[in-house]
């Protein structure tokens, strides 16, 4: 589950930049893929050219993160798309 939201950043005294401000709470039901039955989650954030990842959650099918990201981006015709996946 991830919460975003998004506001203007003033950069010195002209640029503008919007931020994209993205919560990760948590997965749930991670498919097992070690050989215990578990799995060591994390997940992978890509928004436009910037990639950020949360920590390894290890041995667990319901990880808990509670990490923020913030991804900067000038202001446009489109807004880069939010990815994510859960590895």
Not at 21 to 29: F, G, L
Request: contains cysteine.
């Amino acid at each position: 589950m991830a919460q975003r939201d998004t506001d203007v950043v003033h950069v010195g005294d002209t640029d503008v930049m919007l931020r994209l401000s993205v919560r990760v709470v948590q997965a749930i039901d991670v498919l097992p893929m070690d050989d215990g039955g578990t799995s060591d989650p994390y997940i992978k954030l890509e928004c436009g050219q910037n990639k950020k990842r949360t920590k390894v959650v290890n041995k667990s099918l319901h990880p808990h993160w509670h990490e923020d990201f913030d991804f900067f981006f000038p202001p446009g015709k489109r807004s880069p798309c939010l990815c994510c996946w859960v590895h």
